[in-house]
């Protein structure tokens, strides 16, 4: 530790001890279980538990505020700034090794795209927040991933406006969990134990300012199969886009999205970038970014988002999203991806029971 050394000197007692926390944080979450498949997964000991604990804290998170509010929400990304039909069209002449699973073939499906805030309160769009993209490709042919979803013919693709997640695995995510649901000393003492990396993160995925959904670009964060190879996968809005940024009111996002699609269409370049470099480009680390320089996003397909009136509330709210309503090509990869596998079903089938709604795909 002669590295810690001339730091003390230096440093209060309090930074200290932040960073001998981080440290032991960052060592106890890395004891693996399982030597890496082929796709580069390693399964830490200790996940299957942390995600169960996770998939009952929302499930009690979410049960507590239906028993509040007599209605059940999503306990991430509740406020939808939209809900709206589009096409999602494969390009032609792909590069051979991105030419696969969904992007094997040149072709338009329909689709539904839903645009939300990130947190679990339908809070004013000047808030700091962060926002999701859910996309829900139709009419695609194969068996699904989930088991009782199998003849499903959905594609889901799930995107945040940041690069990169805030958390590394199951593990960390309940630290996290635990801490924001402590709040005061509990939250501060986590985000003073990952000064060095995962706080800077949060701050960012929350501190970008936008005004319309149609004019930010997203992430998929996490990895996923793109046949034999594997893959991360971004939106972008096309270029030479103009938008509507009209309104400030607290609900300007699905007030600019909604005057610009009362007229005017929108369009996003979807995107994929490979694992060009397995040593630097981690699958069982989504707060690492896969360094653009050395693997650029590639447009494979394009979202196009005619004028229209965005679907109702309702509609849009029993909507389900989860990134594994997908074909084995796509399958997503790495720890946070498969805690997402069990918490989405639990909470998209208790929403949906105690609001008494069907949860039909799509
Ligand atoms: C362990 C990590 C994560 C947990 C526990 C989690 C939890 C959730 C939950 C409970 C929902 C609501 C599901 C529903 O009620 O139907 C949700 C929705 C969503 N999550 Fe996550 N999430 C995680 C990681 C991520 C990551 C890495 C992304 C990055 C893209 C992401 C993007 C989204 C989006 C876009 C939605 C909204 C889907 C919709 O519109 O219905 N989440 N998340």
């Known amino acids: 530790m002669p590295h810690i050394a001339p730091f003390p000197s230096r440093m209060s007692a309090l930074a200290t001890t932040l960073l001998l926390s981080s440290l032991v944080s960052c060592a106890a979450t890395t004891v693996a279980t399982s030597p890496p498949n082929a796709d580069g997964e390693i399964i830490p000991a ?19 505020g239906f028993d509040q509010n007599g209605h059940a929400f999503r ?3 509740r406020k939808s700034h939209g809900c709206v ?9 792909l590069p051979s090794h991105m030419a696969q699973g969904l992007f094997a073939t040149p072709k338009s499906y329909n689709a539904v795209v839903r645009f939300s805030n990130g947190s679990g309160s339908s809070q004013d769009d000047h808030k700091n927040d962060a926002r999701g993209m ?45 801490a924001a649901t402590g709040g005061g000393l509990a939250l501060t003492g986590w985000l003073a134990a990952h000064l060095f990396h995962e706080t800077p993160i949060i701050l960012g995925f929350t501190g970008h300012k936008v ?17 034999s190879e594997q893959m991360k996968f971004s939106a972008r809005p096309c270029a ?35 694992r060009t ?15 653009e320089a050395k693997s650029p996003f590639v447009p494979v397909a394009r979202i196009t988002i005619p004028a229209q009136t965005p679907e109702d509330a309702q509609t849009c709210e029993v909507r389900s999203f989860t990134p594994w309503h997908s074909i084995a090509a796509h399958r997503p990869l790495g720890g946070i991806s498969r805690v997402r596998k069990d918490v989405y079903i639990a909470v998209s089938k208790l929403r949906h029971q105690l609001n008494g709604q069907p949860r039909i795909e799509p």
């Not at 470099?277 to 360094?291: L, Q, Y």
């Open 211 to 227: 005004l319309n959904p149609l004019n930010s670009r997203y992430w998929s964060t996490t990895p996923s199969k793109l046949g």
């Open 277 to 291: 470099v397995p040593a630097e480009m981690p699958i069982e680390d989504p707060t690492i970014e896969w360094k």
């Open 134 to 178: 859910a996309l829900k490709i139709m009419g695609v042919g194969g068996p699904k991933l989930l088991e009782d979803e199998q003849s499903a013919s959905t594609q889901d693709f799930l995107m945040t406006n940041h690069p990169v997640f805030f958390v590394r695995n199951a593990a960390d995510y309940v630290a996290f969990q635990k």
């Open 46 to 64: 200790g996940e299957a538990a942390a995600t169960a604990a996770l998939a009952e804290a929302i499930r009690t998170s979410v049960q507590a």
């Open 240 to 274: 030479g886009g103009t938008f509507v940024e009209q309104s400030d009111t607290a609900n300007r996002m699905s007030e600019n999205l909604t005057a610009q699609l009362a007229t005017g269409s929108a369009c996003f370049d979807f995107m994929v970038q490979t």
């Open 75 to 77: 306990d991430a990304h």
């Open 85 to 93: 039909q589009a096409t999602f069209t494969v390009l032609d002449k």
